[in-house]
């Protein structure tokens, strides 16, 4: 344990290495884990299987990533058949840090919407959406 004199020593850069993407305990949108933890939350949220309208379960994401001090544009005019979106999202507090959201939607036989969301890194998102072309 430090002293307090010890403790005002300290250099600022001691405590970014610390928090780095590849630490346990970063909470970095970079760090895998806490990318894992945000797809478990998505997963758990959608999988509520009554979500009325496209706006009800992009805000149902929205909550999700706010959690982890990201945001996502408006969006209006969300398309009742369904769609395919992605989009680039940053952390408050480390607008330099890129994470992309995979967003897809469409309207189940039920009438209800199904929905999936994932984050990653940028070659995830290009292999979901070419997957998602190529099942077309």
Known sequence: MLHFKEFLNIEPSQAEEAHEPTQRASSSVLNPAVQAEINSM????????FIQNPQAGIQKIRKVIHRFGMDMPALYDLDPE???ITFDLNQYDN??????????????DEGY??????????????????????EE
């Open 42 to 49: 998505l997963d758990k949220e959608l999988m509520d299987g």
């Open 82 to 84: 369904g769609d395919e």
């Open 113 to 134: 919407y199904d929905f999936y969301a994932q984050v990653g890194d940028e070659e995830t998102i290009d292999s979901l959406a070419s997957e998602e072309m190529a």
């Open 95 to 108: 607008p330099d840090v890129t994470i992309y959201l995979y967003v897809l939607y469409y309207i189940a």
